[in-house]
């Protein structure tokens, strides 16, 4: 482990995640923003693994390619989100909602997913047990 990587801190606000995001950081393992409102946020291609995410507001967000890889993603709101791609391998997936989210190539493998609001006539993600 390189001494840059002992030195590294979970963006603690939405402000500081977008800020670091636009200068190009794209990993952001072991955030915590419960209760947090990140509607509209963009964070295509971000690496949220080992994540906390409790009541967070991700309605109208871009989240092409997000990896939230061992996630808890719990009572979130995803609503008209672009989750095209979005990784949710080994996650734990509780009451979250999803109307008018895109969900195309969403890869959900190996998680807990129930409790979950899907938009009327949507397919569930592929599921890869």
């Not at 636009?22 to 949220?48: K, W």
Request: charged share 25%.
């Amino acid at each position: 482990m390189s001494h840059r990587e002992n030195e590294y801190r979970p963006p603690a606000t939405r402000v500081e995640l977008e800020s670091r995001y636009a200068t190009g950081e794209r990993s952001f393992p072991g955030t915590d923003l419960e209760d947090t409102d990140l509607s509209g946020i963009v964070l295509d291609g971000a690496n949220l693994e080992k994540s906390w995410f409790f009541d967070t507001d991700f309605s109208g967000a871009s989240l092409r390619g997000t990896s939230f890889r061992e996630c808890n993603v719990k009572c979130a709101d995803f609503s008209n989100a672009d989750l095209t791609s979005a990784i949710f391998e080994l996650a734990s997936i509780e009451s979250i909602k999803t109307r008018g989210a895109v969900l195309e190539l969403v890869q959900v493998k190996g998680a807990t997913f129930y409790g979950c609001e899907l938009p009327e006539g949507a397919a569930l993600p592929s599921w890869d047990w």
